[in-house]
């Protein structure tokens, strides 16, 4: 199942799940394009470039090709899926 993440301001909001049938072009190919357009169209006032691809590596070549799975709170530096550094308590 493809998931895409709701990134506004570099910061996802949210993680979708979608049917991967929403994101097959007429030959079968999948493409995330569709599933961006899908998604906007269930979120009105949202641009389709808001959603970005993230997945688990099931069966993938690299373990996770845009950095790790999103998280809501990441951070999406425009290639990557990156997480929130905290600060370590002063003792």
Request: no cysteine; proline share 12%.
């Amino acid at each position: 199942m493809p998931y895409f993440a709701l990134v506004n301001n570099s910061v996802v909001q949210r993680v979708e799940r979608v049917d991967r049938s929403v994101m097959l072009d007429p030959d079968g190919n999948e493409s995330e394009a569709l599933g961006q357009a899908f998604l906007a169209g269930l979120y009105p006032g949202t641009d389709p470039t808001e959603f970005v691809l993230t997945h688990y590596p099931v069966g993938q070549p690299t373990p996770y090709p845009r950095g790790k799975y999103a998280g809501i709170g990441d951070t999406w530096t425009g290639t990557e899926f990156v997480s929130p550094q905290t600060e370590e308590p002063t003792p």
